[in-house]
């Protein structure tokens, strides 16, 4: 292989460039990214970014993220903003890559050799890893009312943050899902007077089930959040700035800002005319390969195996078994990682790994939901399937490894 | 020198968080003790709450991990070291010499 083209420049794009130096590749390297940035981390977004406290590497310095790692150092934002950079310029020199930033890749031909670009270049390839994320879905019929956000990139946060920057403001968060309540609680961190509205009579049933939703969806209040639950949106007044939230029942919410947190999309829309089989993200067995061998997908954008992942750590550990399948020219290697995920909302640090179904049995192990953090383990005949941990990173990490061991193939859970 | 515990309290494989300015995470790895800066230097996780394997400690939130004798990341997401510092048992005692922080007057 003479050329692999990485399309997607965020987390699953920069891992899967890291790895085909890693693993020997030494031919040319094209890195394709819509947004103008180079990588940067997205989970601070809603977490220090948003309330402006840098975290706690200041004491180590920003050794090395100067303003050429490029996300860095422009508009507002100022030393923060580096702590997002997921490079360096030292990391980037032995990367060898060429990087067609702010550049949207537009189409795959057929047999997976060429990457269409929108300013009407073309890249010929040999290989293509698909690391084109999701983006975050928008409101139904939503026109741009000024004062309403999403935020899944680094613009995005931006502007919220300088909306937010301005006093006090009423913000109704719409989706009570993980961004959505981070999002609140850094809301609230910061003095607004905040709202979550949620369609569901509970918010994270999906992910945590009816009995660890409920635990979770407790702690709005206690941080100082309204939770509205069971409680469609209608639909946004104002013009040309938002004013207030309708809900299905006719309630309306008087907002300044309003932040719509109700899901990601995964960017498939460029690989229409491809050959690909797409479905809710770009079909892949389990080792990552797509209908074609010499293309592969990762991240966010990618169901592999039949499961499509938004975490954070399925990002960084997929590309390792894609590039050595997309080197070897078939699946020789298959992913199993165990998924896991992370949120930090009102304080609290929640860590989530495993595969939990509906009917599984929920048994507090350590502390209790009540007080000050807990354990608990999800069940099913006697096995542990997954664990939940409210500020117990040391017992989890113990029980994550456990179910690591065992974990499975994605498809075969 | 920073008074920790006493040897006996912190058994081989543990490890104890002390609250300094900024925090320092002290090891016993099978009877050798070390000790690092407890955040870690990727994001905001404590390494006192990693896991411990040999001479490396894991971190709890992304798992990088870092060799308690160099404080050196071996691999992502940290790209960064933390700081080490001298640890000494005395009468019993185990105690940790802060690392003179760079760029202070300590
Ligand atoms: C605010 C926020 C908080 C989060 N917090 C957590 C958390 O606490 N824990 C956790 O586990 N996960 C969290 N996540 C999820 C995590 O960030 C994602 O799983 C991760 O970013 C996925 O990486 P990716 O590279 O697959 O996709 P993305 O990060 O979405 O990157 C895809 C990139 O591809 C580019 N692109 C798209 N289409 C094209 C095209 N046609 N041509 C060229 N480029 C294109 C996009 O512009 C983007 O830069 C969070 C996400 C967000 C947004
Ligand atoms: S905070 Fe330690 S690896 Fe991310």
């Known amino acids: 292989m003479r050329t692999v083209t990485v399309v997607g420049a965020s987390l699953a794009g920069l891992y899967a460039a890291r790895e085909l130096r890693a693993q020997g590749f030494d031919g040319r390297l094209v890195i394709v990214g819509e947004e103008p940035h180079r990588p940067y981390d997205r989970p601070p977004l809603s977490k220090e970014f948003l309330t402006g406290s840098t975290g706690s590497t200041g004491s180590a310095g920003a050794t090395g993220q100067t303003g050429s790692t490029g996300s860095t150092g422009s508009t507002g934002g100022g030393a923060d903003e580096g702590h997002l950079a997921l490079t360096d310029a030292e990391e980037e020199g032995q990367l060898a890559a060429e990087w067609l930033l702010g550049t949207r890749a537009r189409g795959l031909d057929p047999r997976g050799r060429t990457v269409l670009l929108e300013d009407g270049r073309t890249v010929s390839t040999d290989g293509v890893v698909i690391a084109t994320g999701a983006s975050a879905r928008r409101l139904p019929g939503g026109a741009a009312l000024a004062g309403v956000h999403t935020l899944r990139t680094l613009d995005d946060a931006r502007a919220l943050r300088a909306e937010l920057a301005g006093g006090p403001r009423r913000v109704v968060v719409i989706g009570g899902g993980f961004i959505g309540a981070e999002t609140a609680s850094s809301c609230a961190t910061l003095g607004h007077d905040v709202t979550v509205v949620e369609a569901a009579p509970l918010p994270l049933v999906p992910q945590l089930g009816r009995e660890m939703a409920e635990v979770c969806a407790a702690l709005h209040p206690r941080g100082g959040t309204r939770l509205i639950t069971g409680a469609p949106v209608a639909r946004l007044h104002g013009t040309p700035a938002v004013t207030a939230v309708e809900l299905g029942d006719g309630r309306r919410l008087p907002a300044d800002v309003v932040v719509v947190g109700i899901g990601a999309v995964p960017n498939t829309g460029w690989l229409a005319g491809s050959t690909l089989a797409l479905g809710d993200g770009v079909l892949c067995d389990d080792g990552c390969v797509t209908a074609l061998p010499r293309v592969v997908a990762v991240g966010d954008v990618a169901r592999v195996g039949g499961v499509r992942a938004e975490h954070w750590t399925s990002a960084t550990q997929q590309p390792a078994v894609a590039v050595r399948n997309l080197l070897a020219g078939r699946t020789v290697d298959r992913a199993r990682p165990l998924p896991y995920f992370w949120s930090d909302q009102y304080g609290s640090r929640i860590q989530f790994a495993g595969r939990r179904r509906d009917g599984d049995t929920v048994r507090i192990a350590e502390g209790s939901t009540g007080g000050d953090g807990f354990l608990a383990l999800y069940e099913r005949d006697g096995v542990t399937t997954a664990a939940l941990a409210v500020d117990r990173p040391r017992p989890f990490m113990r029980i994550r490894r456990e179910l690591a061991r065992t974990a499975q193939p994605a498809s075969a859970a | ?106």
Not at chain 2, 10 to 22: F, K, Q, Y
Not at chain 2, 59 to 73: V, W
Not at chain 2, 82 to 91: A, G
Request: with cysteine.
């Open chain 2, 1 to 106: 020198m920073i008074p920790v515990c006493r040897l006996e309290d912190l058994p081989v494989g543990e490890s104890i968080r002390i609250d300094t300015t900024p925090p320092i995470a002290v090891f016993n790895a099978d009877g050798e003790l070390y000790a690092i800066d407890d955040t870690c230097s990727h994001q905001d996780a404590s390494l006192s709450e990693g896991w411990l394997e040999g001479c490396l400690v894991e971190c709890p939130l992304h798992a990088a991990s870092f060799d308690l004798r160099t404080g050196q990341p071996t691999c992502l997401p940290a790209r960064r070291p933390v700081r080490t510092h001298q640890v000494t048992v005395s009468d019993g005692v185990i105690h940790v010499r802060p690392a003179v922080q760079e760029g202070t007057a300590a």
